[in-house]
């Protein structure tokens, strides 16, 4: 069994509810009372948050790739970054990671061509919303994505 890596903490929420659904869909599937071998690597949200306001990228490439290393180090075999806002590196990230990484738009995207979807809402943190990286996967399948205008995001947030 390969042991999957989570890069958590930059949603906390988030990483509590990868890990639950990761052991509830293993159990379904493997119902011999076993469970998955998860390694979390639970990351300082701030200071990821702060580098993305301050479009600092290249710091938090950075710093993504040195936490991933450190999963990798602890002996995951594959990771998941357990939030959309770090997607807005992500190619950059999955090609200087030593880990294979699982991408949340890439499987939102496998999900909706399976459910035959055309277009689907998107709602998330402003960078989430104003980042273009969904709409780059998704429209590859003729998929279209539809965020809330500035104004509707600045009343949700």
Do not use: W
């Amino acid at each position: 069994m390969k042991t999957i890596g989570i890069l958590g903490g930059i949603g906390p929420e988030s990483t509590i509810d990868y890990y639950r659904k990761i052991i509830a869909a293993y159990r379904q599937r493997e119902p011999n009372g076993n469970y998955p071998q998860i390694i979390i690597n639970s990351i300082n949200l701030k200071q990821m948050l702060e580098l993305i306001t301050n479009e600092q990228f290249d710091d938090v490439i950075s710093l993504l790739v040195t936490e991933l290393k450190k999963l990798a180090d602890a002996g995951a075999d594959f990771a998941l970054l357990a939030s959309n806002t770090p997607h807005v590196v992500f190619d950059k990230v999955r090609e200087l990671s030593s880990l294979p990484l699982i991408s949340i738009v890439e499987e939102a995207c496998h999900k909706s061509i399976e459910l035959n979807l055309q277009r689907v809402g998107l709602f998330g943190t402003k960078f989430t919303m104003q980042g273009k990286f969904y709409q780059q996967v998704f429209s590859q399948h003729s998929i279209q994505v539809f965020t809330p205008d500035e104004t509707e995001q600045k009343i949700h947030s």
